[in-house]
């Protein structure tokens, strides 16, 4: 996921509870419902709507890292690498692909190929048993 995406929904989430702050002080400001229902005129209770927008901002806070925590633990889940245990080829979307494919497909790298040290002794070994079977 990109943090781009992340960003925006964040975003929208606290536009979404400032609005419902907003319509808060209004009811208790301007009385929306006497305006908006014809209901009876009610007086402003200043300590209700703080206590509301302070209830609807402890919310907002576990809405917001709620949704932090998981957009990253999707961005881990989805950064795993899955690579056959028997070819090591790498699954991209349905597809299995080598890993040097995988390289050049995802990141524009280029491979190349050596041989470590261990590798190498190894190697050496088998060539020099081969050889010493044929004497």
Request: aromatic share 8%; glycine share 4%.
């Amino acid at each position: 996921m990109r943090p781009n995406a992340m960003s925006r929904i964040v975003i929208l989430e606290m536009v979404g509870f400032v609005a419902v702050i907003v319509v808060i002080w209004l009811d208790e400001l301007a009385d929306l419902p006497y305006y908006l229902l014809g209901t009876p005129r009610t007086p402003g209770r200043l300590p209700e709507a703080l206590l509301e927008s302070l209830l609807v901002l402890i919310v907002c806070a576990g809405v917001v890292a709620s949704t932090i925590w998981l957009f990253r633990r999707i961005e881990r889940l989805e950064s795993y690498i899955v690579m056959c245990a028997w070819c090591r080829k790498v699954r991209v979307d349905e597809r299995w692909i080598t890993f040097e494919e995988y390289l050049s497909e995802k990141n524009s790298l280029q491979t190349s190929h050596g041989v470590c040290k261990a590798c190498a002794e190894k190697q050496l070994r088998v060539v020099e048993s081969q050889f010493a079977g044929e004497k």
